[in-house]
Nanobody, 128 residues
Framework: QVQLQESGPGLVKSSQTLSLTCTVS??????????WSWIRQPPGKAPEWIGA???????YYNPSLQSRTSISRDTSKNQFSLQLSAVTPEDTAVYFC????????????????????WGQGTQVTVSS
């Protein structure tokens, strides 16, 4: 059974960069057809897909956040990471890492509801 665990600061100041890491056990981030994603859920809103690390080493981003987002991975540690720059209080949310296996189109990978396995989530608050 795959397990995912988010880690990183719970409080970030406005204009700074939010950095989170997801540590994976029970599976490899290079497993064929796997998308290792970051998803967030602001208070009172639906989950929002931020972006994904593809098993083959490609990265995909939500166009609305792409200019501020960078996702990377460390295959030796079986981890992938998120950096979100120039944060504002609107970036306050519970941040999740998740994995899904999708063959072909990117469409399903962009839909947070398609992900079967999630970390427990970590609250990140951006102070003004």
């Amino acid at each position: 059974q795959v397990q995912l665990q988010e880690s990183g600061p719970g409080l970030v100041k406005s204009s700074q960069t939010l950095s989170l890491t997801c540590t994976v056990s029970g599976d490899s981030i290079t497993t064929t057809n796997s998308y290792w994603s970051w998803i967030r859920q602001p208070p009172g809103k639906a989950p929002e897909w931020i972006g994904a690390s593809h098993y083959a080493g490609n990265y995909y981003y939500n166009p609305s956040l792409q200019s501020r987002t960078s996702i990377s991975r460390d295959t030796s540690k079986n981890q992938f990471s998120l950096q979100l720059s120039a944060v504002t209080p609107e970036d306050t949310a519970v941040y999740f890492c998740a994995v899904g296996r999708f063959q072909g189109t990117l469409g399903r990978a962009r839909d947070a509801s398609e992900y079967a396995y999630w970390g427990q989530g970590t609250q990140v608050t951006v102070s003004s």
